[in-house]
């Protein structure tokens, strides 16, 4: 059973074209992130939402935006995808205060930029 | 955040115990150690968590010395399911600003 859901798996957008990559959680986990993997190298933290709070990696482009209208969906926007941004897109959760150093993922979104 | 070095990949053959060896030698207090895996083109999945001696589950074991500086993550008789990179990551989960930072990996390979 799916517990952290990222719609599309694949999505392939235009130079320029916005585009909003979507995560759903079925776990109640009040921490959720955003992470970009590209080809052979590790997941890169974009950013992450601990409850409301939106916490910025200082290194992440302003291209990338993030929304999280409620504690099961957050999303993520590219405004003006560049090709170099063409990756996979992973989401995933964890719950603060258990003790434990689990996060949950999706199976990830593939990014294609034409 | 304490950083992490682990060798870039390794060979195995089937039936072979593998141990991935973690480096980490700015490691807190109150740092845990986790390892992930991630097979192509799905997300990381938790493998094992470990604080001190070692720790035992149904898939991998962990083993870190008193010191903490170091760790590994033993994977006995692997068989080909188990090639996919292996992370190791060290930080205090119980951190309200707790992030999931993933060093380089170790690319397992399993022959038959």
């Known amino acids: 059973d799916a517990m952290v859901i990222q719609n599309p798996r694949y999505q392939v957008t235009q130079f320029g074209k916005p585009v909003t990559l979507s995560c759903s959680q079925t776990l109640n986990h009040n921490v959720m992130y955003w992470y970009q993997q590209k080809s052979s190298q590790a997941p890169k933290l974009l950013f992450h939402?601990?409850?409301?709070?939106?916490?910025n990696e200082a290194d992440t482009p302003d291209n990338f935006q993030s929304r999280r209208p409620n504690t099961s969906f957050c999303f993520l926007d590219i405004r003006s995808p560049g090709l170099g941004d063409a990756a996979m897109y992973l989401c995933a959760t964890s719950h603060d205060g258990t003790g434990t150093f689990e996060a949950f993922f999706g199976q990830g979104t593939r990014l294609t930029v034409v | 955040l304490a950083k992490t070095t682990q060798p870039i990949s390794m060979d195995s053959y089937e039936g072979q115990e593998v141990n991935i060896t973690c480096s980490h030698n700015?490691?807190?207090?109150?740092?845990?150690i986790t390892w992930y895996q991630q097979f192509p083109s799905q997300g990381p999945r938790f493998i094992i968590q470990?604080?001190?001696t070692k720790v035992t589950n149904e898939v991998a074991s962990l083993f870190i010395p008193a010191d903490r500086k170091s760790s590994t993550l033993s994977l006995p008789r692997v068989s080909l399911s188990d090639t996919a990179v292996y992370y190791c990551?060290?930080?205090?989960?119980?951190?309200?600003?707790?992030?999931?930072?993933f060093g380089t990996g170790t690319r397992l390979k399993v022959l038959a």
């Open positions: 700015n490691i807190a207090t109150n740092d845990y």
């Open positions: 470990g604080y001190k």
């Open positions: 990551l060290v930080g205090d989960p119980s951190s309200g600003t707790y992030k999931y930072i």
């Open positions: 939402y601990y409850d409301k709070d939106f916490n």
